[in-house]
């Protein structure tokens, strides 16, 4: 079992302390993670924080889709989507316990636009883009063909339309198993470490003085060294470019999404689907997740304005009403109502503004540049190309570090650097031939291992299945069969292997435990917080105040119910 734990992170605050780094990330989002793991592939030093737990904001709240992105063939933006469809498929190919494919149904009806034969031939692109790597290629449906598999579907007006493939991952613990990778390459990575102030030297930022976030006492503030700093704050970019100088002028213009979440067996949808607002034009996403839980449909997302910071951005009655009249106008049948939700999550996308000028556009999706004393500021991003982003963000600073050193500044240039390696399966133990390797073994021994568990952890599941051996019966006993088999041994492989510090971590970004259960995963969070506390060594006291903390966070996140 690779130890990325509580451990763990103690080990990366010494190092924090008494190292110097190549690079400094601020922010364990799925791009700083990314950016972590190219930098330490190449043999960079690295250190990274992150103000709450991994994945805490936009990375978490995604709609979880791995895509090369249609909609971006109706602007010509063919490059873009060559490049998402390529790390698409080396995704698929890499993090298949994560990573899978998923069938889409486009429905075309009257007055659509664009219609059927430019949808045909946008469709023909999108396969022609991926090099034909796509799990499968898109296929013409009449209206019969496209009612017989989704037959709830709205009739009137009904032409026909299509299906697709892409695919579905798993967001906040795809950054986790990224930033693993990073740690076993040599980075020292660590979650509720906040980045306070900026530390000059001359006219150069060298380093960040930050605050160890679990600690309270008087050494829980201590400065980091770093020849160079990458910001990779999502949402929160203006406020740490704020903390860079006090001239920074904002890039972000950032936008509020909101998504819901229903029992599958609600909405029993076989496929992905595409639905259109007649009124703004915008595009929402009905998709299956039969790996979550017992098994949800997620429907999203909106699109508004957020408030200034991202914390406050919450679910709002209108995001439900704008979700449940196109979800009623699409299935009429199924008479769906605010009740029938489960749970919702609010994210907010970092869309770069228009408020700078000397930016240099990398893309439509993200942008790179030279911040306040050399630092490299990066705004946007998503999933699909994050790998490839990483990539492109230390290439970036590597080349204005050269060119600081012809200037006569910065510091010396890193040693010794190879290529880019992160092509190679972020986790080894999910590898497709491990993956078989391990299905094989369990078949030689008769073992039985629930599925859900392979798609989660792929062969590192007999790692919980270990776990789950040494642990007394009723220890065992915290387990759901439908979706959670092994609640206990996967609360403990999680803090012991990725670094879970809190519970609130664990239900709501290492397990859907918050979003795909009415009752939230409650129930059990008595016996699980005896978990936790036994793993940190914990006193009854700091147990019950853990307990606390996550029902105040339960409650928080449930809010929007009481607005309806």
Known sequence: MNEFSFQTRAQSLERFKREKFDLLVIGGGIIGAAVARDASSRGMKVALVERKDFAFGTSSRSSKLIHGGLRYLQNMEFHLVFEALSERALLLKTVPHMVRPLPF????????????????????LYDLLSLFRAPGFHKRLSKDKLLEAIPYLKKEGLQGGFSYFDASMWDDVLTVETLRSANRMGAAVANYVEALSPVWTADRITGFRVCDLECTGANRNFEINASRVVVCAGPWTDQMGSRLS?????????????????????????????????????????????????????????????????????????????????????????????????????????????????????????????????????????????????????????????????????????????????????????????????????????????EELFHRYGAGVLDVL?????????????????????????????????????????????????????????????????????????????VQTELSHLRAEVAKRSEWKLKL
């Open 105 to 124: 149904f486009l429905p075309v009806y009257d007055g659509d636009k664009p219609g059927k034969g430019l949808l045909s031939m946008g469709l023909w």
């Open 246 to 450: 006090k001239d920074w002028k904002n890039w972000i213009e950032p936008s509020k999404g909101v998504h819901l979440i229903f029992d599958l067996k609600r909405i029993p949808i076989p496929g992905a689907m595409v639905m259109t607002n007649k009124d703004d034009g915008r595009i929402s996403f009905v998709i299956p997740r039969p790996d979550f839980g017992a098994g949800v449909v997620i429907v999203g997302t909106t699109d508004g304005p957020a408030p200034a910071l991202a914390e406050d951005a919450g679910v709002a009655a209108a995001d439900v009403d704008y979700l449940m009249a196109l979800l009623n106008d699409y299935f009429p049948e199924l008479k769906l109502r605010a009740s029938d939700i489960i749970s919702a999550y609010v994210g907010v996308r970092p869309l770069f503004g228009s408020n700078t000028e000397s930016l240099q556009k990398v893309s439509r999706e993200h942008h790179i540049d030279v911040g306040p004393g050399g630092t490299v500021v990066v705004a946007g991003g998503k999933y699909t190309t994050h790998r490839k982003m990483g990539e492109e963000i230390v290439d970036f600073a590597l080349r204005i570090w050269r060119e600081d050193l012809r200037e006569g500044k910065g510091a010396t240039f890193p040693r010794g650097l190879t290529s880019s390696r992160t092509k190679a399966p972020v986790n080894p133990k999910a590898s497709p031939e491990a993956i078989d390797e391990c299905r094989r073994d369990a078949a030689r021994q008769s073992a039985s291992i629930p």
């Open 466 to 542: 270990e776990l789950q051996k040494s642990q007394p019966p009723k220890a065992n006993s915290v387990a759901d069969p439908d979706g959670f088999p092994m609640l206990s041994a996967q609360l403990r492989h999680a803090i012991r292997s990725e670094m879970v510090m809190h519970l609130e971590d664990f239900y709501l970004r290492r397990l859907p435990l918050y979003s795909t259960r009415a009752d939230h995963g409650m129930p059990w969070a008595e016996a699980l917080a005896r978990v936790w506390g036994e793993e940190r060594g914990a006193t009854d006291a700091e």
